[in-house]
């Protein structure tokens, strides 16, 4: 017995009209783009204040003077590198009513500085407690 099979068409993608809206596509993606400079370093300029002459001293604070390279000094005396808060920790001992002031280099790096915060709140003393001077070269 002969059972008549049917006949399947072939389908067929229709490939030049998708070629001309990639075509499209790509043209509008390169006119629309916009080309950047990558940034290598983020700048970050510190906050400076114009000192204002006084002839009133309000109160006398120790200074924690810090240079461009991140060299420490409590009052003349040198930190040595990582130990500013177990110095602070003695400082605070010897000194119990003294405040302190930060006295910092206009170039010296973020990182030192939030250091040199880090080294203050682990001291227990508030950052806030602590107003800095930033020094303008001359």
């Keep these: 017995m002969h059972f008549p099979r049917p006949v ?7 490939i030049i009209p998708m070629i001309d809206v990639l075509i499209f596509l790509l043209i509008f993606l390169i006119i629309s783009t916009q080309f950047k400079k990558p ?9 400076t204040v114009h000192e204002v002459p006084s002839d009133k001293l309000t109160d006398v604070r120790s200074v924690i003077a810090v240079d461009a390279e991140g060299h420490i000094t409590l009052d003349s005396l040198k930190v040595p590198e990582g130990l ?16 302190l002031e930060l006295e910092a280099d206009r170039k010296l790096s973020l990182e030192h ?3 040199i915060w880090d ?3 682990k001291a227990g003393i508030s950052v806030t407690d ?6 303008l070269p001359e």
């Design 8 to 14: 399947r068409s072939r389908s067929q993608v229709q």
């Design 39 to 47: 940034r290598n370093a983020l700048h970050i300029e510190l906050p």
């Design 84 to 99: 500013l808060q177990s110095y602070l920790a003695a400082y605070q001992k010897q000194n119990p009513g003294r405040k």
């Design 113 to 115: 500085l939030l250091a």
């Design 119 to 121: 080294a203050l709140i």
């Design 130 to 135: 602590v107003p800095a001077r930033i020094s």
